[in-house]
């Protein structure tokens, strides 16, 4: 393994300091434009990338109506959860160029923006007269429509495994139905949009470390003219996943050409740092947009995955996922996925462990055998550190990047997917190639620290842009964004 020290080109501070790490994500096309989500004041950012130093274009705030229902949005929450909470900005997903959706926990809801300038984008929302085991409390009278800029995630759900992460029953809840086990989502995490729908996941987190069963919200999605018309399923409106707190949601389309969705289980977890802040299992969920429902599921150990959407290669081959509470790397075999056993109706997820049907595996890095990132020399020790490895794959799909936020490194994975081989590939074939220290340890005092969120511009380095092929948000001593060359050396 080569190691070397690199020079920050440079950063750009934010406004935001109240949640840390924001939504980031680069357009799809334009690769000028990034663009980010800020809680504090809340709002979204527009950035130049092209040069060596991320450059604001555009700054635009929330006001206190973000959804465009007229309404105070801390009033509207207080009267229908009780309680006035700070919206928290979170994940964005661009679509295209000129649409981007992206999630607020605490107001609970998927807000529609033109990433090119963070101002709102108008979509129509309606709910069917009749749904099964949810209420949507925040959306029109069924048969009515309402032009809207937020997606209402405030859902009353029914669980049928109505047990906590902690094992205890689940009461009614009041506000739903006081009758039989209920809850209110709540911490409205990642999204996409696949087959004709969009998939949001709610992580369901009451309080403490205590979570109640994770869900994913299914709505349609309509298109008529450039106009938005967005529903929930009136067939399924919720999935319960296999594990709890589910964070991040990914589309994408398989090798042999079939579209799915990954949704990321991350477990639940503590509020303490290292492997004992890992409670309960983690999987990764495969949905079939076209049903919907989920086909199968990927068991992960007790890996505690990152938040972010797992990092699929361009070929659709393979995903990767970074951790929260410890300094390793976890990925998936996809090309399982294409088996037509799957899909057959009415049978229950797969799992995907080498026990099931054909025995099928997906596993090729989990939490008991993942693959350790390696420490610098003058970090702290793993034991200390809080985890929080976020991963990405460049754009010619041959190398992983990993940000360590304790050590302030940036790990180069080299992915070899060449040559027929049985699924799932061998650890073997993924080895570190060289690591640098972009950013200081954290907690190197009064040092630029702490990398969260890292996104690799589309696009040949050297060929279609001479800048840095990596945005990284950086947390401390203050919020700032940064531009690192790991591959446009």
Same mark, same amino acid.
């Given at each position: 393994?080569?190691?070397? @020290?690199?020079?920050?080109?440079g950063c750009t501070p934010l406004a935001s300091v109240e949640a840390f790490p924001p939504g980031l994500a680069v357009l799809p096309n @334009?690769?000028?434009?990034?663009?980010?989500?800020?809680?504090?004041?809340?709002?979204?950012?527009?950035?130049?990338?092209?040069?060596t130093r991320p450059r604001l274009l555009s700054t635009h705030t929330l006001g206190v109506d973000s959804d465009g229902d007229l309404r105070d949005d801390a009033a509207t929450l207080l009267a229908v959860r009780g309680a006035a909470l700070y919206p928290v900005m979170g994940e964005i997903q661009a679509l295209d160029d000129d649409l981007a959706l992206a999630s607020t926990s605490n107001y609970e809801q998927v807000l529609a923006f033109d990433p090119t300038t963070g101002g709102p984008i108008p979509v129509t929302l309606s709910l069917p007269a009749a749904l099964p085991d949810i209420g949507l409390p925040l959306f029109p009278e069924p048969g009515a429509q309402a032009t809207r800029t937020g997606i209402s995630t405030l859902a009353c759900v029914f669980p049928t495994d109505a047990f906590d992460s902690m094992g205890r029953p689940i009461?009614?809840?009041?506000?739903? @139905?006081?009758?039989r086990a209920s809850f209110l989502t709540n911490l409205t995490a990642g999204k996409a949009r696949a087959g004709g729908r969009l998939f949001v996941a709610t992580s369901n987190l009451p309080g403490g470390v205590r979570f109640l069963p994770g869900t994913v919200l299914v709505f349609d999605w309509l298109e008529h003219a450039g106009a938005i018309e967005v529903r929930p399923s009136p067939t399924t409106p919720v999935l319960f996943t296999?594990?709890?707190?589910?964070?991040?949601?990914?589309?994408f389309r398989t090798a042999g050409g079939r579209e799915l969705v990954?949704? !990321?289980?991350?477990?639940?977890?503590?509020?303490?740092?290292?492997?004992?802040?890992?409670?309960?299992?983690?999987f990764v969920d495969v949905i079939d947009p076209s049903v919907p429902r989920i086909v199968a599921t990927i068991p992960l150990d007790f890996a505690g995955p990152s938040f972010d959407a797992p990092a699929i290669d361009p070929t659709g081959r393979i995903a990767w996922l970074g951790a929260s509470s410890s300094r390793q790397l976890y990925a998936i075999d996809l090309r399982v996925l294409d088996d037509p056993r799957l899909y057959e109706a009415g049978q229950d997820p797969v799992r995907l462990?080498?026990?099931?049907?054909?025995?099928?595996?997906?596993?090729?890095?989990?939490? @008991?055998?993942?693959?350790?990132?390696?420490?610098?020399?003058?970090?702290?020790?793993?034991?200390?550190?809080?985890?929080?490895?976020?991963? !990405?794959?460049?754009?010619?799909?041959?190398e992983v990047f990993a940000s360590d936020f304790c050590d302030g490194t940036i790990t180069r994975v080299a992915l070899d997917l060449d040559?027929? !081989?049985d699924a799932p590939y061998p650890g073997e074939r993924f080895r570190v190639i060289a690591q640098q220290n972009s950013f200081a340890p954290n907690d190197a005092v009064g040092e630029l620290r702490s990398p969260g969120t890292l996104v690799v511009r589309p696009g040949i380095p050297g060929v279609d842009y001479t800048s840095p092929d990596v945005l990284v948000a950086l947390g401390q001593p203050d919020p700032q964004l940064c531009g690192v060359r790991v591959e446009s050396r």
């Open positions: 393994m080569v190691r070397a @020290d690199v020079i920050v080109e @334009d690769r000028r434009l990034a663009v980010m989500s800020q809680s504090g004041p809340n709002g979204f950012v527009v950035f130049d990338v092209f040069g009461a009614p809840e009041p506000r739903c @139905d006081a009758t296999s594990g709890f707190n589910p964070t991040g949601v990914a589309s990954l949704v !990321t289980i991350t477990g639940a977890i503590g509020g303490g740092v290292g492997p004992s802040n890992v409670l309960t299992e983690a462990d080498g026990q099931s049907i054909g025995g099928l595996d997906a596993r090729i890095f989990t939490g @008991d055998r993942p693959l350790v990132l390696p420490p610098r020399s003058d970090g702290r020790a793993a034991i200390d550190c809080e985890g929080l490895t976020d991963v !990405t794959i460049n754009a010619a799909g041959t040559g027929s !081989t």
